[in-house]
């Protein structure tokens, strides 16, 4: 069956440095992979799509890599700061629509 | 001008209960979807509406049936509760693409969280 696999340990950081969040899929050929941002008591936010033709996006200090060979993302978050602490998923789609899976996510905390 | 709207945002009830969580989204969006987050964090899909007709149902029970009186509205009623239903139910809406698709980047709403005693 399809599954994605997240980082299940929180990831802590210090204030500055680059954190790097991984997801790994099995069993599955997404057209797109997607990251959101959850905070405690919220939904989740939309912060990047990733098309399978690409290997990598950046937005702002968010950078996505995407190797469909490997299967694999890498989500990297530049010059980190506090309000940056928040838990992060991984999302794979298929062209079409209707159906996303989800990771468990990754909990990154950001130490000041 | 909250995107997408949930209510109640807590809801806390009997087993064997039946109980309604409302959405709306005021982005216009053809596409709707209810997913459910356990107590391990995974966030599951249970249904996917697009201009009221339903897509997606990933073997959701019965017991749950989701409502869609229009595209910006999809309710999801839950009949005879059980402890196992307890979990934060989050509401979704994403914009249209290409011929009736879905772009698939989904904007959520505040979550319910439902509580079975």
């Known amino acids: 069956s399809q599954k994605i696999e997240q980082n299940s340990e929180a990831l802590n950081i210090q204030e500055g440095k680059t954190a790097t969040l991984t997801c790994n899929y099995t069993?599955?050929?997404?057209?797109?992979l997607q990251w959101y941002r959850q905070d405690p008591g919220r939904g989740p936010v939309f912060l990047l799509l990733?098309?399978?033709?690409?290997k990598e996006k950046r937005k702002e200090r968010l950078k996505v890599t995407f190797d469909t060979t490997l299967k694999q993302s890498l989500f990297h978050i530049t010059a980190s700061q506090p309000a940056d602490s928040a838990t992060y998923l991984c999302a794979l789609g298929n062209t079409g629509g209707f159906k996303t899976i989800f990771g468990a996510g990754t909990r990154l905390f950001v130490k000041a | 001008d909250t995107a997408v709207s949930q209510t109640p945002k807590y809801l806390v009830t009997q087993m064997g209960n039946d109980k309604s969580i409302k959405c709306e989204q005021n982005l216009g969006h053809d596409t709707m979807y209810w997913y459910k987050q356990d107590s391990k964090k995974f966030l599951k899909i249970m249904f996917s509406?697009?201009?009221?007709?339903?897509?997606i149902n990933e073997t959701v029970p019965n017991r749950f049936s989701p409502k869609s009186p229009d595209k910006a509205h999809l309710n999801l009623h839950i009949n005879s509760l059980e402890l196992g239903d307890s979990a934060v139910y989050f509401c979704a809406s994403s914009p249209p693409g290409l011929a009736g698709t879905s772009t698939d980047t989904q904007y959520f709403g505040p979550g319910t969280r439902l509580t079975v005693l």
């Open positions: 509406y697009n201009n009221k007709e339903l897509i």
């Open positions: 990733i098309r399978e033709n690409e």
């Open positions: 069993n599955y050929s997404p057209a797109y």
